[in-house]
């Protein structure tokens, strides 16, 4: 099979994989310039990502973010979007950009919202105003926000939900949603439609899906429904197994870095989540010795950086600046009262989490990802009997035994 797929607005080429495991490495080029893959996508909701600039994400070494379909047609609505031309003026932002469809509002905002063939009619978060998102105004809106990659909008569904039948309805309501988000598109020439996989947690369901899917042959495939409260261990039975292996794999809305490397493991090239910087406005770091709380007291006195082995703007102004920079205590001292907080928690942790995609791509381009897993475990739970039971059960299914010294 080829390691090469080309569409009018994207071009996906597999460059290293993984002899062990699932994992590749692989160049995606879009409208505004190549991505290495696999990635994770910081999060700009609303045209901008909370906690940092549009030149800081850049800094990051960041060539694609997400926006929100559902928030940017509310605010500052598509007149405008039409106006300026578009959310990457809007935003200032040369990178590429990803726009969910708006879907997963059916989960977050289901008290403000009714599901029907025609679409999803909302009522707006903010002045209870009525709004119909249909399959043809998601990619309405999303052809003005001239997105890179536009998602279809599907059907979501909680993969807690005990209502099977509903399941099953929305399953396959998503693949006719998916035909009608085609036939309206009108920039296909310069903007990538993936589809979206649903089914819960059902894998008869997710094959049906898919195979419905991989006939419409879209540029790229997005496995939807998932990072919802559903248990780890099917989350990973469900990831990537049925999914062709020529084109991108985005996995939707997953962020923690144990998630990341392990569905990397799976197959999958591309994910999102909000967490990052949520995180960060709770005071949190995401570091090489796991989630530190820098509220916490016993940061008071502690005048290392954030993270010694992190090289982003904060930790590596230290060494910058002769000993004075970001430190643990600095944003100990102002996590509860300053702005100022939250932002340089933020500027690290998508650095962070960024970075830990690249050293993933760099072990599986030389081949050693098993050994990278093994290390970054070890590193972050210090000893065995603490590794997450779900993770040494995936990897140990593509042929990863965490639980052995070997290959250390």
């Given at each position: 099979?080829?390691?090469?797929?080309?569409?009018?607005?994207?071009?996906?080429?597999?460059?290293?994989?993984c002899?062990?495991?699932?994992?590749?490495?692989?160049?995606?080029?879009?409208?505004?310039?190549?991505?290495?893959?696999?990635?994770?996508q910081?999060?700009?909701?609303?045209?901008?990502?909370?906690?940092?600039?549009?030149?800081?994400?850049?800094?990051?070494?960041c060539n694609?973010?997400?926006?929100?379909t559902?928030?940017?047609g509310l605010?500052?609505?598509?007149?405008?979007?039409d106006?300026?031309g578009g959310?990457?003026k809007?935003?200032?932002?040369?990178?590429?950009?990803?726009?969910d469809?708006?879907?997963?509002?059916?989960?977050?905002?289901?008290?403000?919202?009714?599901?029907?063939e025609?679409g999803?009619?909302?009522l707006?978060?903010?002045?209870?105003?009525?709004?119909?998102l249909?399959?043809e105004h998601s990619?309405s809106?999303?052809?003005?926000i001239?997105?890179d990659?536009?998602?279809?909008?599907?059907?979501?569904?909680?993969?807690t939900?005990p209502?099977?039948?509903?399941?099953?309805?929305?399953?396959?309501r998503?693949?006719?949603?998916?035909?009608?988000?085609?036939?309206?598109?009108?920039?296909?020439e310069?903007?990538?439609?993936?589809?979206?996989?649903q089914?819960?947690?059902?894998?008869?369901?997710?094959e049906?899906?898919?195979r419905?899917?991989?006939?419409r042959n879209?540029p790229?495939?997005?496995?939807?429904?998932l990072?919802?409260g559903?248990?780890?261990?099917?989350?990973?039975?469900?990831c990537?197994?049925?999914?062709?292996d020529?084109k991108?794999r985005?996995?939707?809305?997953?962020?923690y870095?144990?998630?990341?490397?392990v569905?990397?493991?799976?197959?999958a090239?591309?994910?999102?989540?909000?967490?990052?910087?949520r995180?960060a406005?709770f005071g949190?770091?995401?570091?090489?010795?796991?989630?530190l709380?820098?509220?916490?007291a016993?940061?008071?006195?502690?005048?290392?950086?954030?993270?010694?082995?992190c090289?982003?703007?904060?930790c590596?102004?230290?060494?910058?600046?002769?000993?004075?920079?970001?430190?643990?205590?600095?944003?100990?001292?102002?996590?509860?009262k300053?702005?100022?907080?939250?932002?340089?928690?933020?500027?690290?942790?998508?650095?962070y989490?960024?970075n830990?995609?690249?050293?993933?791509?760099?072990?599986?381009?030389q081949?050693?990802y098993p050994?990278?897993?093994?290390?970054?475990?070890?590193?972050?739970?210090?000893?065995?009997?603490?590794?997450p039971?779900?993770?040494?059960?995936?990897?140990k299914?593509?042929g990863?035994?965490?639980?052995?010294?070997?290959?250390?």
């Amino acid at each position: 099979m080829s390691n090469k797929f080309t569409s009018p607005a994207l071009t996906f080429e597999i460059v290293g994989k993984c002899s062990t495991t699932r994992a590749r490495a692989s160049i995606l080029s879009l409208p505004h310039g190549p991505v290495q893959l696999p990635i994770f996508q910081p999060v700009a909701t609303q045209a901008s990502l909370k906690g940092l600039t549009p030149a800081q994400l850049a800094q990051t070494g960041c060539n694609l973010c997400l926006n929100n379909t559902y928030h940017l047609g509310l605010k500052p609505g598509q007149k405008t979007l039409d106006a300026i031309g578009g959310a990457h003026k809007l935003q200032g932002w040369k990178g590429n950009i990803l726009t969910d469809s708006g879907g997963f509002q059916m989960v977050s905002l289901l008290e403000l919202a009714t599901v029907t063939e025609d679409g999803v009619r909302f009522l707006s978060p903010h002045d209870g105003s009525p709004m119909l998102l249909t399959p043809e105004h998601s990619i309405s809106l999303q052809n003005s926000i001239g997105s890179d990659i536009m998602m279809q909008l599907d059907d979501v569904i909680a993969t807690t939900s005990p209502d099977h039948a509903r399941i099953e309805e929305a399953m396959y309501r998503s693949i006719r949603w998916l035909d009608r988000c085609i036939a309206a598109h009108k920039k296909p020439e310069s903007q990538n439609l993936f589809c979206i996989i649903q089914g819960g947690l059902d894998l008869r369901l997710r094959e049906t899906c898919t195979r419905e899917m991989v006939k419409r042959n879209t540029p790229g495939i997005a496995i939807g429904g998932l990072s919802g409260g559903e248990a780890k261990d099917a989350y990973c039975q469900t990831c990537t197994g049925l999914l062709p292996d020529a084109k991108p794999r985005y996995v939707m809305g997953v962020g923690y870095p144990e998630d990341l490397v392990v569905s990397v493991a799976l197959g999958a090239d591309m994910f999102d989540c909000v967490w990052p910087t949520r995180t960060a406005r709770f005071g949190n770091a995401i570091t090489s010795d796991g989630v530190l709380n820098l509220r916490s007291a016993r940061f008071s006195s502690d005048f290392s950086p954030i993270d010694t082995l992190c090289k982003c703007l904060c930790c590596r102004s230290i060494e910058d600046n002769d000993g004075l920079g970001v430190t643990k205590a600095l944003v100990h001292s102002i996590a509860n009262k300053e702005t100022a907080g939250a932002h340089l928690l933020s500027i690290h942790n998508v650095h962070y989490l960024l970075n830990l995609m690249h050293q993933v791509r760099q072990a599986i381009v030389q081949d050693e990802y098993p050994h990278f897993l093994k290390r970054y475990f070890k590193q972050i739970y210090k000893t065995k009997d603490k590794y997450p039971t779900w993770a040494v059960t995936a990897l140990k299914g593509v042929g990863v035994d965490l639980l052995t010294d070997e290959d250390l």
